[in-house]
């Protein structure tokens, strides 16, 4: 079942935050982070495990809610390079990755 | 450069023609995957392979064959293109981290075009 990303689409000025939201019908294993841009492949963000664990990459991090089968991704202070396409994916033992739809992030300056 | 590397970047090909794509990756990982990504942005797993023997197959044509002659190597091979055919193909590898989990990362994609 795909996890579902929310919003679809954010614009945002230059130094504003974002969140953005995964959440999964099933129970999560764990919750891996991509960015994407424009004809690029998806570059790694972060991965978490169940356990509510936060993590930190930049200005960017993560919460992990095991019971709320949620995870978002917290963007502070954005930079015009934070533009691209972010998708979350649930993870499984075996490797394999469930993709949400993506959310479009646009930073302007 | 240590990477996920994928040839051809482009591939424009007629329909019912076969071709093949080709990965390879120097990271030592031990599990490597092929993804389709289409033209809405969705991205779906099709195969991965672990030390050469293939433990995740999802449900696609099998017009689609991937084959690893080694670890370090995962093709695709697509028989008989179809229009629907048309998308990007990332291939990605991925070790194991304390937890059980993947660090999955991704090759540059090649972009298919079936006229």
């Known amino acids: 079942q795909q996890p579902v990303q929310s919003p679809q689409a954010v614009i945002l000025r230059e130094g504003e935050d974002a969140v953005i939201n995964c959440s999964s019908s099933k129970a999560l294993y764990s919750v891996h982070w991509y960015r994407q841009k424009h004809g690029e492949a998806p570059v790694f963000l972060m991965i978490?495990?169940?356990?509510?664990e936060q993590k930190g990459h930049e200005k960017i991090s993560a919460s992990f809610n095991e019971k709320k089968q949620q995870s978002s991704l917290y963007l502070t202070a954005s930079q015009l390079s934070y533009s691209g396409t972010y998708f979350c994916g649930t993870g499984s033992n075996t490797g394999k990755l469930i993709f949400g739809q993506g959310t479009t992030l646009q930073v302007k300056p | 450069d240590t990477a996920v590397s994928q040839t051809p970047k482009y591939l424009v090909t007629q329909m019912g023609n076969d071709k093949s794509i080709k990965c390879e990756q120097n990271l030592g990982h031990d599990t490597m995957y092929w993804y389709k990504q289409d033209s809405k942005k969705f991205l779906k797993i099709m195969f991965s392979?672990?030390?050469?023997?293939?433990?995740i197959n999802e449900t696609v044509p099998n017009r689609f064959s991937p084959k690893s002659p080694d670890k370090a190597h995962l093709n695709l091979h697509i028989n008989s293109l179809e229009l629907g055919d048309s998308a990007v193909y990332f291939c990605?590898?991925?070790?194991?981290?304390?937890?059980?989990?993947?660090?999955?990362?991704f090759g540059p994609g090649t972009r298919l075009t079936v006229l």
């Open positions: 990605a590898s991925s070790h194991l981290l304390a937890g059980g989990v993947h660090e999955q990362f």
């Open positions: 392979y672990n030390n050469k023997e293939l433990i």
């Open positions: 978490l495990l169940k356990g509510g």
